[in-house]
Every structure is written in C-alpha cells, then in structure tokens.
C-alpha cells in the first residue's frame, strides 16, 4: 500500500481554470504539508497542517485553499490559475513527535501544467 | 530571510570514486540537517540525517556537520552510476513542529 497517495499524478489545464489536488496518508502521522517544487528543483513549503488546524502558510497568494478534513487527508485547491502556478506539488507527512528526524515521507508528487 | 546554499552542479564524477556535494545555512540556530535525493521524475528520500557536529557514516555515506561554519556536507565513497540524481540538503531551524526548508539541491552525475 501507498503510504502517502496523490491524485491526480498530472494535471493539465487553461489558465483561469479552478483544480484540486488530493492527498491521503495511511502512516498515522499527525501533521501533512505541501510542497512546490518549480523547474528549477526548489522544492518551497507552502502549507503545513497539525491535526487538521493550519500552522504554517508562507506567503502563499490566497488562490490557494488548503483543507485537511481530517489528519489523515490534505487537500489543495487552486483558483484562478496562473502560468506561475505550473510545478510539481508534493505532499508529505511527518509525526509531530519525530518531526526532528527530518522523516518526511513524500508523495510521488502532482504535476501542474497552466496553458 | 532563513536560506540554504547548495551549488547546483552538476557535480560529475567517475565511477568509483568521492563525491562531496556541499551545503550551507543561514540560521546559526538550525537544529537539524538532512540529506534527501532525487531520482529525476520521483520523489525526494531521506538518505541521512546529522544532529551534532562530526561525521556520521551509514555504509557508503557521510555525513558531516559545522554548525560553527553553518556548513553541512555529503560524501558518497565508490559513487555508482545509480547514485545520480539530485542531493537536497534541508534544515529543520526552529525544534518543534516546523517544515524543512531546502535547498535548490545538487545534480550528481556518476560515470561509468
């Protein structure tokens, strides 16, 4: 079994559009995240979410809409998209309790293209 | 801004031998060091990660750490074909529950 599954694995589509990105894990981790990785392989934090409650956001434009309807589910939706917003979201999780470790376990990642 | 360098290489090396990709950090109260990689088209993994300063050797990597230098390093002895991909270094700067911040990470080539 997947422990940390996105869908969908790609995702095309116009400017101006509105689309979603799932993500489940099935580790028992309390605490999940997306990260964007552009062209260029930087991968940047976006949003962190600890059993469910919003703790991080950086500076993301307000087009982004995350919700965690509970701790094992982390969904991005994305309004309004924009050229920029073509990349590779990753979702990932961690345990609060070994999030020291550094073991962020990712998902295989959803990657954006904007016509 | 808290930031993490690495050179974006790529690094190329034959076949058997060292490879040293290198990375530093901006935050002197950074925690916690890792180094994931990256096959192209794939995931990021964790391979190592280095609380104190030192080494810290599992099997054919070693990892090294400066925090007086705020300076973090990988070596990957008898480099193999299959060890080429990306190599991010990421920071855990504030203990608790806080993302990682990466760096825009390193592209190995190994030749055979």
């Known amino acids: 079994d997947t422990a940390v599954s996105q869908t969908p694995k790609y995702l095309v589509t116009q400017m101006g559009n509105d689309k979603s990105i799932k993500c489940e894990q099935n580790?028992?981790?309390?605490?999940m995240y997306w990260y964007k990785q552009d062209s260029k392989k930087f991968l940047k934090i976006m949003f962190s979410y600890n059993n469910k409650e919003l703790i991080i956001n950086e500076t993301v434009p307000n087009r982004f809409s995350p919700k965690s309807p509970d701790k094992a589910h982390l969904n991005l939706h994305i309004n309004s998209l924009e050229l920029g917003d073509s990349a590779v979201y990753f979702c990932?999780?961690?345990?609060?309790?070994?999030?020291?470790?550094?073991?962020?376990?990712f998902g295989e990642g959803s990657r954006l293209t904007v016509l | 801004q808290k930031e993490v360098e690495q050179n974006s290489g790529p690094l190329s090396v034959p076949e058997g031998a060292i490879a040293s990709l290198n990375c530093t950090y901006s935050d002197r109260g950074s925690q916690s060091f890792f180094w994931y990689r990256q096959y192209s088209g794939k995931s990021p993994e964790l391979i190592m990660f280095i609380y104190s300063n030192g080494d810290k050797e599992d099997g054919r990597f070693t990892a090294q750490l400066n925090k007086a230098s705020q300076y973090v390093s990988l070596l990957i002895r008898d480099s193999q074909p299959s060890d080429s991909a990306t190599y991010l270094c990421?920071?855990?700067?504030?203990?608790?529950?806080?993302?990682?911040?990466f760096g825009k990470g390193t592209r190995l080539s190994v030749i055979a």
């Open positions: 990421a920071v855990n700067m504030h203990p608790g529950n806080t993302p990682l911040v």
């Open positions: 990932a999780s961690s345990h609060s309790r070994t999030v020291n470790t550094g073991e962020l376990f």
């Open positions: 580790l028992g981790h309390d605490t």
